[in-house]
């Protein structure tokens, strides 16, 4: 190839480039950064959604599950003071949530005649088997933040392979074009995986924190049945 035709040649490689950085300067910027950051960008994507899906999947179960302790405990307490548990039982099935069925677990057992071991095995085995339902998938909230950011590493790593690749074989005239493009892939990457993985780790420190919260009230509320029960075994009615 003469020196003209090398010449005109790398001058059109230069044209097409940049109609390709125009163009994707015309998308809007999460086009744009899809269009640069490559496939790895789908499967930060797909994470995001499954992430988005347990966020608000947890967020309508804990409202539907959300009981006020003070009003709930007062109520109770009450008709157990009065001896009443079938009241309290029926009070429970009303609300049905981890702290209401843990304590119907322990009135049921109280209004069977049952020891007092009896009602705090009740009770512990009505927390082992609500509290799951209150956990659901948030624990998986770790997994995709984890997992999002290398996600972000790995594009990270296959744009610059595939930048420093492309400057390589490239044109003097190119070769700045094509190293900015295999950044461009990398830092879009690294971003949109940060990004995910910020809102999985806040999302689960929040999860749990709420999650922790309500174990402890289920637990502190069965042991204040469980004494109050014993206390009032003589007015207990049948």
Same mark, same amino acid.
């Given at each position: 190839?003469?020196?003209?035709?090398?010449?005109?040649?790398?001058?059109?490689?230069?044209?097409?480039?940049?109609?390709?950085?125009?163009?994707?300067?015309?998308?809007?910027?999460?086009?744009?950064?899809? +269009?640069?950051?490559?496939?790895?960008?789908?499967?930060?994507?797909?994470?995001?959604?499954?992430?988005?899906?347990?966020?608000?999947?947890?967020?309508?179960?804990?409202?539907?599950?959300?009981?006020?302790?003070?009003?709930?405990?007062?109520?109770?307490?009450?008709?157990?003071?009065?001896?009443?548990?079938?009241?309290?039982?029926?009070?429970?099935?009303?609300?049905?949530?981890?702290?209401?069925?843990?304590?119907?677990?322990?009135?049921?057992?109280?209004?069977?005649?049952?020891?007092?071991?009896?009602?705090?095995?009740?009770?512990?085995?009505?927390?082992?088997?609500?509290?799951?339902?209150?956990?659901?998938?948030?624990?998986?909230?770790?997994?995709?933040?984890?997992?999002?950011?290398?996600?972000?590493?790995?594009?990270?790593?296959?744009?610059?392979?595939?930048?420093?690749?492309?400057?390589?074989?490239?044109?003097?005239?190119?070769?700045?074009?094509?190293?900015?493009?295999?950044?461009?892939?990398?830092?879009?990457?690294?971003?949109?995986?940060?990004?995910?993985?910020?809102?999985?780790?806040?999302?689960?420190?929040?999860?749990? +924190?709420?999650?922790?919260?309500?174990?402890?009230?289920?637990?502190?509320?069965?042991?204040?049945?469980?004494?109050?029960?014993?206390?009032?075994?003589?007015?207990?009615?049948?």
């Amino acid at each position: 190839m003469n020196p003209t035709d090398a010449a005109a040649a790398a001058t059109q490689a230069a044209t097409n480039a940049a109609v390709q950085v125009a163009t994707a300067d015309n998308m809007n910027f999460i086009q744009r950064a899809f +269009h640069e950051g490559g496939f790895v960008m789908y499967i930060i994507a797909a994470i995001f959604i499954m992430s988005i899906m347990v966020i608000v999947d947890r967020i309508m179960k804990l409202k539907n599950l959300n009981v006020d302790k003070k009003e709930f405990t007062d109520q109770i307490f009450r008709m157990v003071v009065a001896g009443d548990l079938r009241q309290a039982i029926s009070y429970c099935d009303a609300r049905p949530a981890a702290l209401t069925n843990t304590v119907k677990a322990g009135l049921v057992q109280a209004m069977n005649k049952r020891p007092d071991e009896e009602i705090q095995v009740a009770m512990d085995a009505a927390v082992m088997r609500e509290m799951p339902k209150v956990e659901g998938w948030v624990s998986f909230l770790a997994v995709f933040g984890n997992i999002a950011v290398l996600a972000g590493l790995l594009g990270t790593i296959v744009g610059m392979i595939g930048s420093f690749k492309a400057v390589a074989v490239a044109d003097p005239a190119t070769k700045s074009i094509e190293l900015s493009k295999g950044i461009s892939h990398a830092l879009n990457c690294t971003a949109f995986g940060l990004l995910v993985s910020i809102l999985c780790i806040v999302a689960y420190g929040l999860f749990q +924190h709420r999650i922790q919260k309500t174990e402890n009230e289920v637990v502190e509320t069965s042991m204040s049945l469980l004494n109050l029960v014993v206390a009032n075994r003589e007015k207990i009615r049948d």
